[in-house]
Structures are given as C-alpha cells and as structure tokens.
Nanobody, 118 residues
Framework: VQLQASGGGLVQAGGSLRLSCAAS????????MGWFRQAPGKEREFVAA????????YYADSVKGRFTISRDNAKNTVYLQMNSLKAEDTAVYYC????????????WGQGTQVTVSS
C-alpha cells in the first residue's frame, strides 16, 4: 500500500487548508484512515480518523470543531479540511492506514508540511 499526502503549505492564522491522501496498491475490505502530525521537538500525535464507510469519525480535542476528516472511497482518497488554523497547528502531517480497524496503523504516507504564521 502506498499513501501519498499533499496539500500542505504556508497559511496565515485563521486561514484554511485541505490535505489529501491518496491510497494505492493493495485494498482492504474494511480499514480506517487517519491523520497524525508531528511538530518540531514534539512526539507525533493523533489528529483525526475515519472508518471505511465514513460513518464514524474521531478527532483530537485540540482540533474538534475546526478540522473535518472525510473520504471518497471511489478515489481511495481521504481529506482533512483544516479551518481556523492556529500557529500551534504547525507540523508535518501524515496520513496512515489501519488495515483491520484494530487501532494499529501499518501504512504511512511521507508527510506534508503545514506552517501557520501568526
């Protein structure tokens, strides 16, 4: 499985960005897609996740109400719409795939940089 993340960039505080993650290769009957981020000097942290049907979504408290995760299974793509961005959202964002919905992300994308200027 290959995951290709894109959409990062530089944005002013209060602005918006949409990240995309396209999956290719092996397919799974039921899987969870997630977004994580890692800021300089900090550990990687969970941001959001969505199940295969899109009917269940999960968010870190720090992004609830500002970020929205969605997916288009026809395109094998998951999105992260980020609104009201803050300087503390600055990080490298990674998409990941949990093939069995067991909470273990076995596949990771290369990361895309998001920089929010204050």
């Amino acid at each position: 499985v290959q995951l290709q993340a894109s959409g990062g960039g530089l944005v002013q505080a209060g602005g918006s960005l949409r990240l995309s993650c396209a999956a290719s290769g092996r397919t799974f009957s039921s899987y969870v897609m997630g977004w994580f981020r890692q800021a300089p000097g900090k550990e990687r942290e969970f941001v959001a996740a969505i199940n295969w049907s899109g009917g269940s979504t999960y968010y870190a408290d720090s992004v609830k109400g500002r970020f929205t995760i969605s997916r288009d299974n026809a395109k094998n793509t998951v999105y992260l719409q980020m609104n009201s961005l803050k300087a503390e959202d600055t990080a490298v964002y990674y998409c990941a795939l949990d093939p069995s919905a067991a909470g273990v992300y076995d596949y990771w994308g290369q990361g895309t940089q998001v920089t929010v200027s204050s």
